[in-house]
């Protein structure tokens, strides 16, 4: 069991410079979420998804961009790197409202 | 918004000994989630706890749902070098998402 996926695991950025992490999970979840994690500031929210094919905004969604077009996949998307986006991004799923997250080991990202 | 503090930031305690932390929140939640961090790795879930009051152990770890639902606490009986970590709470109000604590940082000294 794979469990929760998440590439690239390292990446840096110029600033202006867009990528998309992806996130894949095998357990047949219906909820993924991205967070990301920064020092002294725990895991925020940054987008959501119910369902495939259904987005949301979290706590701290300016910036970023989310696609669930499979059921397996979340797809997070930075258009135009900042460095205020150097950050330690997070993805987890869960079977049902209220059930624990599993996570993905994260994908440490820099932007210069 | 909601927020969660978490207590201590950190400790360093020595091997053997019992560890105590907590998590408080300014809003009632109806789930307390328990979650240990390692070095470059996700979060992974400790213990799930879902009503009031509610005590659960997982091995040397306890958790309890405070009677008040505003906060939890986790112990750690005896602690070994492999605790360390940061340890996370979270808390569910009724909506999908999770809110989490900043973590407590522990270290064990052998």
């Known amino acids: 069991n794979a469990g929760v996926t998440q590439t690239p695991k390292f990446r840096v950025l110029k600033t202006g410079q867009s990528m998309t992490l992806l996130c894949a999970q095998d357990?047949?979840?219906?909820?993924m979420y991205w967070y990301r994690q920064d020092p002294g500031m725990g895991l925020r929210l940054i987008h959501y998804?119910?369902?495939?094919?259904?987005?949301a905004k979290g706590e701290v969604p300016d910036g970023y961009n989310v696609s669930r077009l499979k059921k397996q996949n979340f797809l997070l998307g930075l258009e135009s790197a900042a460095p205020s986006q150097t950050s330690v991004y997070f993805c987890?799923?869960?079977?049902?409202?209220?059930?624990?997250?599993?996570f993905g080991s994260g994908t440490r990202l820099t932007v210069v | 918004g909601q927020q969660l503090n978490q207590s201590p930031q950190s400790m360093f305690i020595q091997e053997g000994e019992d560890v105590s932390m907590n998590c408080t929140s300014s809003?009632?939640?109806?789930?307390w989630l328990w979650y240990k961090q390692e070095p470059g790795e996700g979060p992974v879930l400790l213990i799930a706890?879902?009503?009031?009051?509610e005590l659960t152990s997982n091995g040397r770890l306890t958790a309890q749902f405070g009677i008040t639902r505003k906060d939890s606490f986790l112990n750690i009986s005896a602690s070994i070098p492999s605790d360390v970590g940061i340890y996370f709470c979270?808390?569910?109000?009724?909506?999908?998402?999770?809110?989490f604590g900043t973590g407590t940082r522990l270290k064990v000294l052998a």
């Open positions: 987890a799923s869960s079977y049902r409202t209220g059930a624990g997250y599993t």
């Open positions: 357990m047949n979840h219906e909820y």
């Open positions: 998804s119910v369902g495939e094919g259904t987005t």
């Open positions: 809003s009632i939640f109806n789930t």
């Open positions: 706890l879902y009503k009031a009051g």
């Open positions: 979270a808390g569910r109000s009724g909506t999908y998402k999770y809110i």
